[in-house]
């Protein structure tokens, strides 16, 4: 009897809406579209009971169903000591395991006993978002490079029409669009849009996302001094889309030591919005040059991004920048293509176990 494609999804999906939840359910869709599907949604917001009743759960599906393979996304925090619950199972009902990676923290700073853990299951596939992650990752764990599978964000980034491009009759335009923290560099931003602006730059800017409570009222008093700059709210679906499309640039000015490879700079740069950004994670591979520019946080990084604003201005400069950005995400995207249907067939093919 020919065995079916069973695979067990496990990850939190929205909401919240973040980069890791949003990823996981566009994993989850597509390979929903390959394969039967039974997802467990591991969102913290579910509460103490639904953790805890979820491996009773996960044991009953896996002995009854008998699944070919299980996917789960990595927590960064204290929720992987969990996620590894569901991967030792998954290895004593000798399931196939592929782990997806979106985090830096526990490479950033290694710990002794995740790597304890790793060797638990010495031939889980390992699924990362960039060729650096990949390589930081092998090496800080010991976990052999074949089995690691690089798997760029940009292959879950739908193409949509964009604008024709032309040269732009305006002042430039620059954004800013993130969840509105400190930790995400929003008074990185205003900070480097004030000494632009003093220094001759003719520039407005947009901001959009929501405000972290902690931060609001210094952050309304700062833009209280910064008129060129408006607030907008929160941003999502198409209103997120069209946000990015009517900005000459994003800039993305993070201090998260643990940023990864932000879907955000795909969607600016699918917009043909060339994306400054500081260096971290995955992001000096997601912006080539000519596409924006990336910065490592020194001494003069705020006066490189106002060069590169300044730059910007002319616009020559900006049109040859929005089409080298546009390029590179259509690139990124075809790469990220393969690289997903090479993993959907490993995801998907049968177990070395007979079929019964």
Known sequence: MKKRNLIVFMGPLPPPVHGFSEINLRMLDMLQNHAEVFAFDLSPRHG????????????????????????????????????????????????RVFIHHHSFAY????????????????????????????SKLSNTYSIPEKNVIVLSNAAFISRTATTPLQQKT?????????????????????TILEKAHLSGVEINAKIAGPVSPEIQHEFKERLKLLPFITYIGAVYGEKKLEFLSSIDTLIFP?????????????????????VIA?????IAEQIPAGAGLVVKSTDNTHQEVIDYLRYLAEPEN???AKKSSHSAFIQASATGGVQLRNLFEEITSKNTQKDE
């Open 278 to 282: 500081f260096s971290r994670g995955c």
């Open 48 to 95: 103490t009971i639904h953790t805890l009743l979820t491996p009773i759960k996960f044991t009953w599906k896996v002995i009854s169903k008998k699944p070919n393979s299980l996917y789960i996304g990595l927590s960064g925090g204290i929720r992987q000591w969990m996620d590894f619950t569901y991967i030792v199972l998954a290895k004593l009902f000798g399931i």
């Open 318 to 320: 900006l049109l040859n």
């Open 107 to 134: 490479i950033n700073t290694p710990r002794k006993t995740l790597k304890a853990r790793f060797q638990i299951v010495p031939d889980a596939m390992h699924i990362v978002l960039c060729e650096c992650m990949k």
């Open 254 to 274: 993070t201090l998260y030591a643990n940023e990864a490879e932000p879907v955000t700079i795909f969607e600016a740069m699918e917009q043909a919005t060339p």
């Open 170 to 190: 305006r002042k430039l335009t620059a954004g800013f669009l993130s969840n509105i923290s400190r930790e995400k560099g929003i008074f990185e931003f205003l």
